[in-house]
């Protein structure tokens, strides 16, 4: 069976740090892509973080550049981000997401970020 499981979310004040993990089972990451989306309360989803087969390529949602960092460890099945500098614009669910030959999802861990 296919599963995302994320983890790592919590309560922080602004400008403190989490790391979200992403790990897969039903299947290996070691060959897909790997994104990470965010949906705050009234929004619509947004594209976070994205990181390329062997962790060669990147990409990230502009406000969050030079602060969110995504990473894999193929050997744990498992993606990661590394999130600083924290606002309360981050506070959101965040889900990670992979297609295989269709969409899977996480049910998301919560990040809220206040004072």
């Known amino acids: 069976q296919v599963e995302l499981v994320e983890s790592g979310g919590g309560s922080v004040q602004p400008g403190g740090s989490l790391r979200l993990s992403c790990t897969a089972s039903?299947?290996?990451?070691?060959?897909?892509d790997i994104w990470w989306y965010r949906q705050a309360p009234g929004k619509e989803r947004e594209m976070v973080a994205?990181?390329?087969?062997?962790?060669?390529?990147?990409k990230y949602e502009d406000s969050v550049r030079g602060r969110f960092a995504i990473s894999r460890d193929d050997a744990k099945n498992t993606v990661y981000l590394q999130m600083n500098d924290l606002k309360p614009e981050d506070t959101a669910l965040y889900s990670c997401?992979?297609?295989?030959?269709?969409?899977?999802w996480g049910q998301g861990t919560q990040v809220t970020v206040a004072s």
């Open positions: 039903g299947f290996i990451l070691v060959n897909y």
């Open positions: 997401n992979v297609f295989t030959t269709q969409n899977w």
């Open positions: 994205g990181i390329g087969v062997s962790g060669g390529k990147t």
